[in-house]
């Protein structure tokens, strides 16, 4: 379900939020320190991600009370199986990148300057009031990245726990650590999208690095509570080897457990990556079969009808949710276990 602006509030021009998470230089730049980027931002101007701006000797954020797309959503869209299944969240997004992903299937938004896209007005409390009025328990950030508006992230995420509302994450994982905590204590779940797991294909195809990426999974698993899952897009030829499938697989493995979900998504072309072809149904079938094998319980395939969108029990190997692209058609699960044998399933239900 789709929200149009206007049947929210009045559209409106950019708001200067002072931003967290920077430091004056000795040169009169501004150094933000919100992401690995490290953007050393000149008067007048924005960092790699648009919204981050020097104004006299200060720095803003142009993108807080200012969405620009908004949508109510299943939550496995995001993708979450493991989290709620069967419910919807209400998710909102700015505008911005802090990557420069040549496959970006939002760019239209995220490529965007904050002033270049319209907006609506809405303070994080109303932000509440809207997922409220549609009856939706949980809030996601999503669509661009919402690390680089963080600081309106987390207002709203305090007023939603203020309401009983749950918070989600929808992340490329780039973001420091000075910063990874101040955000992530307010969140219930996440999805870190992993989009590779070579330097090359980071360096070359999103402008970033993959280490970061990592150090952010680990943090994750090792010192938060917050629930999350892992979205792999497989884009032919570029990052679809077995050799580099089962190096992913195994890094989760031994970093994170065999219970963290993985899921294998198919690529189609837009934006500066148009020489692409589709992936193919049967390579997301391979990575699911390799991912399994190796030993990770909880492997999904998306953006294709696939019998791969099911939960199976790792303890009867029985199907306990049944999914037809994002809808949930079958629940076998109670009180977090197989209702057929019992076996706790990793979660939140």
């Known amino acids: 379900m789709v929200l149009t602006m206007s049947a929210v509030l009045p559209l409106i021009q950019p708001v200067h939020h002072e931003a967290l998470w920077w430091e004056p230089m000795s040169d009169g730049r501004l150094h933000c320190y919100l992401c690995p980027r490290h953007c050393h931002i000149g008067e007048g101007q924005t960092g790699f991600c648009f919204i981050r701006k020097n104004e006299a000797g200060r720095l803003v954020q142009l993108g807080y009370g200012r969405p620009a797309a908004l949508q109510i959503d299943p939550i496995e869209k995001k993708p979450l199986n493991h989290f709620y299944p069967g419910t919807r969240v209400f998710s909102i997004g700015t505008a911005g990148c802090n990557m420069g992903c040549f496959f970006c299937q939002n760019w239209d938004i995220s490529k965007a300057r904050a002033d270049q896209k319209q907006a609506a007005d809405l303070s994080p409390e109303q932000v509440v009031d809207v997922a409220e009025r549609y009856g939706t328990p949980h809030i996601a950030f999503t669509y661009n990245e919402p690390t680089i508006w963080a600081e309106y992230a987390i207002d709203i995420a305090k007023a939603a726990h203020a309401r009983g509302l749950n918070t989600v994450m929808v992340s490329n994982g780039y973001i420091t650590r000075e910063a990874f905590f101040?955000?992530?204590?307010?969140?219930?779940?996440?999805?870190?999208?992993?989009?590779?797991f070579t330097e090359k294909f980071y360096s070359k195809i999103t402008l970033t690095h993959l280490e970061p990426?990592?150090?952010?999974l680990r943090w994750l698993r090792h010192e938060t509570d917050v629930w999350f899952e892992i979205t792999n897009l497989i884009i032919p030829t570029?990052?679809?080897?077995?050799?580099?499938?089962k190096q992913l697989c195994g890094w989760v493995l031994q970093n994170l457990g065999d219970d963290v979900p993985l899921h294998f998504t198919?690529?189609?072309?837009?934006?500066?990556?148009?020489?692409?072809?589709?992936?193919?149904?049967?390579?997301?079938?391979?990575?699911?079969s390799l991912a399994m094998q190796m030993g990770l319980k909880f492997v999904y395939e998306g953006n294709i009808y696939s019998e791969g969108a099911n939960t199976v029990c790792p303890g009867c190997r029985q199907v306990i949710v049944r999914r037809s692209w994002h809808d949930v058609l079958q629940?076998?699960?109670?009180?977090?276990?197989?209702?057929?044998?019992?076996?706790?399933?990793?979660g939140r239900f």
């Open 213 to 216: 990426v990592l150090a952010v």
């Open 266 to 288: 198919a690529f189609h072309p837009d934006f500066k990556l148009q020489d692409k072809p589709r992936t193919p149904p049967e390579t997301l079938d391979r990575a699911r």
């Open 331 to 346: 629940m076998n699960v109670s009180a977090g276990k197989c209702r057929s044998c019992g076996t706790a399933i990793a």
């Open 238 to 245: 570029l990052n679809d080897a077995d050799e580099e499938l």
């Open 182 to 196: 101040a955000v992530y204590r307010h969140i219930d779940a996440a999805n870190i999208d992993l989009k590779a």
